[in-house]
């Protein structure tokens, strides 16, 4: 079986997702939508693969907003219409942060700007923790979705919805593939400067990260275990 994560920009590994899903078998295949050398001018042209080629499609985060054509419409018009045809097909997608967002807008719900954003380790409330766990789980993001019709919620906090399932998708708000490495280098491209602005210290959010890590890792694990089994159903 063969895996695509679509990584919106260069700084987006696949982390402990991956690696499960190695452990599950599967080839795993990147594709970088923007790279390094346009981040700071992100609305280029992006022919997307085929979603043919691959068993299941994972779109990851990104900087930028699931609602702001003005940025990025160049490929995030594109990108809504390959999610809501892969989802439509009956292909297994799991979207992560910005990945979610474009789900819920790829399937008729939206996203905007929340009232304030949530960065750090978080708990959440969940419906089915056999699917999606309470957490902690490493949040970054400003903006959040409304459902689409037919989708079902199973997580949340009380600022914004955190998980919803939709055929064999699953959407989530948090970043279950972040490790430490990963925030690290979040930390150098604007990260530490948006911490900072949130009033939070970003040197013990990356200590915390460290401390954090073996335990989220088994966390992801049992995340991906359980969306590959009950929604996936790929294994």
């Not at 997702?17 to 790279?35: A, K, P, Q, S």
């Not at 940025?71 to 594109?78: K, M």
């Not at 939206?110 to 304030?116: E, T």
Request: hydrophobic content about 40%; glycine content about 8%; charged content about 20%.
């Amino acid at each position: 079986m063969k895996a695509l994560f679509i990584q919106h920009d260069h700084v987006s590994p696949v982390g402990p997702v991956g690696e499960r899903l190695e452990m599950h078998g599967f080839e795993i295949e990147t594709f970088e939508v923007v790279t390094e050398a346009n981040y700071r001018n992100p609305n280029i042209t992006v022919d997307f693969p085929d979603v043919n080629d691959y068993d299941l499609l994972i779109p990851l985060g990104a900087p930028w907003g699931a609602w702001d054509d003005a940025c990025i419409g160049n490929w995030l018009s594109p990108e809504l219409a390959w999610i809501a045809s892969a989802v439509k097909s009956g292909k297994p997608v799991l979207g992560i942060c910005f990945g979610g967002q474009l789900l819920a807008r790829a399937l008729g719900g939206s996203v905007a700007k929340g009232p304030k954003p949530e960065l750090g380790w978080t708990y959440v409330f969940s419906d089915q923790p056999d699917l999606v766990g309470n957490g902690p789980w490493f949040q970054f993001h400003y903006d959040r979705w409304t459902l689409p019709p037919g989708a079902r919620e199973i997580a949340r906090t009380p600022a914004a919805s955190q998980a919803f399932v939709y055929n064999k998708a699953l959407a989530l708000q948090f970043h279950p593939e972040l490790n430490l490495g990963t925030l690290e280098q979040w930390m150098v491209w604007d990260g530490r400067e948006e911490v900072t602005q949130d009033g939070q210290d970003p040197d013990v959010m990356l200590a915390q990260t460290r401390s954090e890590d073996p335990a989220a890792r088994l966390r992801t694990f049992e995340l991906v275990d359980s969306y590959l089994s009950k929604v996936a159903g790929l294994i």
